[in-house]
């Protein structure tokens, strides 16, 4: 199991910046990539930004140049950057780890999210 914490949410004005930090726990050695996506009020929850061990990143095409997804392994900790922010990307942040074994389903564990909002 693989437990979650999201933090850094909060208000801030249209073209300002958040840092979230996402914590884990459990069984951080069985974790393949971690994440975060956001849902916004009836929405879908979608991919913001994606890092595979090894480093690679993936970042929706709505917050590329903006968002800078990074980790720091002595903390077991993911991080979002967020800068340049708009009223568009108002939504509940969620952490995501998720567990690959070849030949099986992947598992994913979600972390409580986190409140961003943008104000104009």
């Known amino acids: 199991q693989v437990q979650l914490v999201e933090s850094g949410g909060g208000l801030v004005q249209a073209g300002g910046s958040l840092r979230l930090s996402c914590a884990a726990s459990?069984?951080?050695?069985?974790?393949?990539?971690m994440g975060w996506y956001r849902q916004a009020p009836g929405k879908q929850r979608e991919l913001v930004a994606a890092m595979v061990n090894g480093g690679s990143t993936n970042y929706a095409d709505s917050v590329k140049g903006r968002f800078t997804i990074s980790r720091d392994n002595a903390k077991n900790t993911v991080y979002l950057q967020m800068n340049s922010l708009k009223p568009e990307d108002t939504a509940v942040y969620y952490c995501?780890?998720?567990?690959?074994?070849?030949?099986?389903?992947?598992?994913?564990?979600w972390g409580q999210g986190t409140q961003v909002t943008v104000s104009l």
């Open positions: 995501n780890a998720r567990r690959v074994v070849e030949g099986l389903t992947p598992r994913d564990y």
């Open positions: 459990g069984s951080i050695f069985s974790i393949n990539a």
